[in-house]
């Protein structure tokens, strides 16, 4: 079983930045992401980051913007968001593959408000 933490959310004013991170047990994911449900929305994808290449993939919404990080030694992935809008509200989710088994955190909310 994987037990993944999120923290670092909390409410700014847009044009700021925050950095969440997400703590998980255990190791050898292959793939860690974030995700975020947004206000009327479906959950939808962040980003991600595969470990057999480091390849990070981004959605449109988070290019240039928005930075996924890990730090294999400690388990630990993060996302460091730039610029932020009012659109970025929500609840960010963190998201790892073990094993072909898919593990949710309980998310952290950001709230972008002026």
């Known amino acids: 079983q994987v037990h993944l933490v999120e923290s670092g959310g909390g409410s700014v004013q847009p044009g700021s930045s925050l950095k969440l991170s997400c703590a998980a047990s255990g190791d050898n994911f292959e793939r860690m992401a974030w995700y975020r449900q947004t206000p009327g929305k479906l959950r939808e994808f962040v980003a991600r980051?595969?470990?057999?290449?480091?390849?990070?993939d981004y959605a449109d919404f988070a290019k240039g913007r928005f930075t996924i990080s890990r730090d294999n030694a400690k388990n630990m992935v993060y996302l460091r968001m730039d610029s932020l809008k009012p659109e970025d509200t929500g609840v960010y989710f963190c998201?790892?593959?073990?094993?072909?088994?898919?593990?949710w955190g309980q998310g952290t909310q950001v709230t972008v408000s002026s």
């Open positions: 998201y790892v593959v073990r094993l072909d088994q898919v593990y």
């Open positions: 980051e595969l470990t057999s290449n480091g390849r990070k």
